[in-house]
């Protein structure tokens, strides 16, 4: 009998996740919910999806893995409507950016016999300036050679967490494991502050006094440093995301502000020498980001190379526990 694995929320990370599986539907059972049915029917007729199912609890009732795809203001409200209607042995895993928060949740809201594994995502490098977001940029290779963060709260079985890493691997991608602690710090620094820099260049520029001629000559470093802002569809994503990870959030802050302060410090000193030698090394060191994450070789410096399983494999070793246990 084929795994189900439901997945809510059928935006980009949602549809793509499903339409990485497309080839494995002899084992994989992909159910799929969205609260707007016309997205659900979108990723339904793109392959990315076996069923879509309009009622939330019946989405849920018989799945072997749930995967909340969803911004994370949305999460414990998910969790509030699904947590009778999840069997015994159902892993739950979500794709948010506050894991420590949403294992908190999890904790608070699931019964137990329900467990929790959180994933970040990172994406293929080829889809790095890509500037669509939702299911319409969604693709079957999203992940590959990428890197999927793998988080759990303490008393996760071991086997429940394999199943993360061995999805993780069928996506194509890497398995990253971290405390959720750590993950939110990274997550932090690396989405929320972009997203942020962004919100604050926009309200120290527009409507400013200046504003109605500098509007008609900003161009591309502008458009690409203030894109990240339009990447939550609702500024209310980015708002929870924020808040719930504050503590990261200002300290990653603090660091930017102390740095934004060096700069104009050597502005006002006059110091051009100083200044350049900041801005050489902030060259430097995104060159060598980029040329490493195009490449995707980072992986193999903390990561053992494992042989990604067969769907067969992964899913029959998890869900045979689950049946031994019943016996």
Do not use: C
């Amino acid at each position: 009998m084929a795994v189900q694995l439901t997945i809510v929320g059928l935006g980009q990370i949602g549809t793509s996740v499903g339409l990485a599986l497309a080839d494995k539907i002899e084992v994989i059972h992909r159910l799929g919910h969205d609260r707007d049915v016309r997205i659900a029917k979108r990723a339904e007729k793109l392959g990315a999806l076996d069923k879509v199912s309009i009622n939330l609890p019946s989405a849920v009732e018989k799945a072997d893995l749930v995967l909340l795809a969803l911004p994370v203001d949305q999460i414990r409200e998910t969790l509030e409507v699904v947590r009778d209607d999840l069997k015994e042995g159902a892993v739950v895993m979500d794709t948010g950016p506050a894991k420590q928060t949403v294992a908190t949740w999890v904790g608070e809201l699931l019964p137990s016999g329900r467990f929790y594994v959180g994933l970040s995502p990172v994406l293929n490098p080829v889809y790095l300036h890509d500037i669509d977001f939702g299911a319409e940029a969604a693709h079957p290779d999203l992940f590959r050679d990428g890197l999927m963060g793998i988080v759990s709260p303490p008393g996760v079985p071991s086997e429940a967490i394999k199943l993360a890493a061995d999805l993780t691997r069928l996506l194509g991608a890497t398995p990253l494991f971290a405390d959720p602690l750590e993950m939110d710090g990274l997550v932090a620094a690396t989405h929320i502050l972009p997203q942020l820099i962004a919100a604050g260049l926009l309200n120290a520029t527009v409507g400013q006094p200046g504003w109605q001629e500098g509007r008609k000559v900003a161009g591309r470093s502008y458009a690409e440093v203030t894109a990240p802002v339009m990447y939550p569809t609702e500024p209310k994503t980015l708002t929870t995301a924020a808040m719930l990870n504050r503590e990261n959030v200002m300290r990653v802050l603090d660091s930017l502000v102390a740095s934004m302060n060096a700069i104009r410090n050597d502005l006002s000193t006059e110091d051009g020498e100083t200044l350049e030698e900041r801005l050489n090394r902030a060259r430097e060191g995104r060159k060598t980001w980029l040329q490493g994450r195009m490449a995707a070789d980072w992986a193999a410096e903390a990561i053992s190379t494992v042989e990604a399983p067969t769907a067969s494999e992964m899913f029959g070793r998890f869900i045979g526990r689950g049946r031994k246990k019943e016996d």
